[in-house]
C-alpha cells in the first residue's frame, strides 16, 4: 500500500467551517482537494493501492486526522471532494476513529503519531523536500509513505526532528504546488510497478 500524508496547520478542524463554500477562508482547503484528487483518481478511474491521510491544525478543533481509500462501495467525483471532506469532518466523534464512508476515517491524532503508526506498520516513510535526494535515485518498497505539507510547508520543529530519522526526497529543482507534488509521485512510482 502507497501513502500520503498531507500537513496543514491552517485546514479547518470542523464541517461547519466548510459550509459556505469559501475554501481559502477554510484554511487553503483548495490545495487539500487538489492534493486528494492528484492522490487517488486517475482517469476514469481510482488508485485503490493508495491511502490519502489528511492532518489538519487549523481551526476550531486540532489536530484532526483524515484517512482515506476508495473503496468501491464509495461514490465519490472530483467535484465532491470538498462536500467529502467535510461530510466526514461533520462525523468526528471524540476519543474514537469514525468510519463516516467505506474507507473514510475521522479521528483526533497528531501529525507525528500519524508518521509513527505507520513506521510500526513497516510503512516506510520519505519526507519531500527540495533539497532532498532525488526520487529517481532512491530505493523505494511497496509499502510507502510520502510527506507533504501545504503552501506554508511542514512544521520547523517537526520537519527537524523527521529529517533525522527519515530520508528527505525530491522531485526537482523547482518548487512544485502540493498537488503536483502528490502527481510527480505517483507517476515515479507507475514507472516502477509499484
Do not use: W
Amino acid at each position: 500500500m502507497k501513502h500520503f500524508i498531507y500537513f496543514s496547520s491552517s485546514a479547518a478542524t470542523s464541517g461547519k467551517a466548510l459550509s459556505d463554500g469559501n475554501l481559502m477562508r477554510a484554511g487553503r482547503m483548495d490545495i487539500a482537494i487538489h492534493s486528494l484528487i492528484q492522490g487517488v483518481f486517475l482517469s476514469h478511474g481510482f488508485r485503490k493501492d493508495v491511502t490519502f491521510h489528511f492532518v489538519f491544525y487549523g481551526m476550531p478543533d486540532p489536530p484532526k486526522h483524515i484517512e482515506i481509500t476508495v473503496k468501491d462501495e464509495l461514490q465519490i467525483s472530483k467535484k465532491d471532494v470538498g462536500t467529502l471532506i467535510k461530510k466526514i469532518l461533520y462525523k468526528f466523534r471524540d476519543k474514537e476513529k469514525t468510519q463516516v464512508f467505506p474507507g473514510c476515517f475521522v479521528e483526533k491524532k497528531s501529525f507525528l503519531k500519524v508518521i509513527e503508526e505507520l513506521i510500526e506498520n513497516n510503512v516506510e516513510c520519505f519526507i519531500l523536500d527540495k533539497n532532498g535526494e532525488s526520487i529517481r535515485k532512491i530505493e523505494i518498497p511497496e509499502n510507502c509513505c510520502f510527506i507533504l505539507g501545504d503552501h506554508d510547508g511542514l512544521p520547523k520543529k517537526e520537519m527537524k526532528r523527521l529529517k533525522g530519522v527519515l530520508t528527505p526526497v525530491s522531485i526537482g529543482p523547482k518548487m512544485y504546488f502540493a498537488s503536483q507534488t502528490v502527481a510527480v509521485v505517483n507517476n515515479e512510482l507507475d514507472f516502477r510497478g509499484l
